[in-house]
């Protein structure tokens, strides 16, 4: 069974308002997970890593104050797209790994965003 | 920089037919590399991965080759099922662990019976 979940699959809203997308690590605890994007037919792109307790870190071109992630447990982190547009459209993934290195990523089911 | 290029699909097969999904990477240093697959409805799931040059990975029948000097990792099986039918991404790590994942677009694949 799925060992990392993700909420909501599916959501949504109006351009301006804010979204929150939760993931969680149903049997483990991971002091790291990871927030993807992939546009239609595009490849996954990395957009930040996790770090529990403290701020995360972000690939280059993503903007930190625009999607922004908490990790405030070793079970659940959480990315708020914040002043939504309809460019953020897309579909959100995120991944934990039981440990750091050599441990395989498992990888939530999606959130499929769509701003109006 | 790291990239990953992988064949456009879709891909369409018979049941029982070969299958082949070319990968190639760019990479600095020696990049672990990664096929994921994706069935519909459920998040992706680790297929194979191979950590060195020329190791092998292989699960479920399916095989992947590291093959550094043409900087390929394609993955094949000898006979698809139906149950085949999925997304599958090529992916490269390029900080020696399983983490940071490079992705690319994926190939969905459908096995028709």
């Known amino acids: 069974g799925a060992v990392v979940s993700q909420h909501p699959s599916w959501v949504i809203c109006k351009s301006g308002t804010s979204v929150k997308i939760e993931c969680r690590s149903l049997?483990?605890?991971?002091?790291?997970m990871f927030w993807y994007r992939q546009f239609p037919k595009q490849s996954l792109m990395l957009m930040a890593t996790s770090n529990e307790g403290s701020k995360a870190t972000y690939e280059q071109g993503v903007e930190k104050d625009k999607f922004l992630i908490n990790h405030a447990s070793l079970t659940l982190s959480t990315l708020t797209v914040t002043s939504a547009h309809p460019e953020d459209s897309s579909f959100y993934i995120c991944?934990?790994?039981?440990?750091?290195?050599?441990?395989?990523?498992?990888f939530g089911n999606g959130t499929r965003l769509t701003v109006t | 920089g790291n990239s990953v290029t992988q064949m456009e699909g879709p891909v369409t097969l018979s049941e029982e037919a070969f299958l082949t999904i070319n990968c190639t990477y760019t990479?600095?240093?020696?990049?672990?590399l990664f096929w994921y697959v994706q069935y519909p409805g459920e998040g992706l799931q680790l297929l194979l991965k191979a950590t060195k040059a020329d190791d092998k990975g292989s699960n479920k029948g399916f095989e992947a080759t590291y093959r550094k000097e043409t900087t390929s990792f394609h993955l094949e099986k000898g006979s698809v099922q139906v149950s085949d039918s999925a997304v599958y991404f090529c992916?490269?790590?390029?900080?020696?662990?399983?983490?940071?994942?490079?992705f690319g677009k994926g190939t969905k694949l459908t096995v028709n019976p």
């Open positions: 990479a600095t240093g020696y990049p672990s």
């Open positions: 049997d483990f605890q991971a002091t790291t």
């Open positions: 992916a490269l790590s390029y900080q020696g662990g399983s983490e940071k994942l490079v």
């Open positions: 991944s934990a790994a039981r440990t750091v290195n050599n441990s395989p990523l498992h």
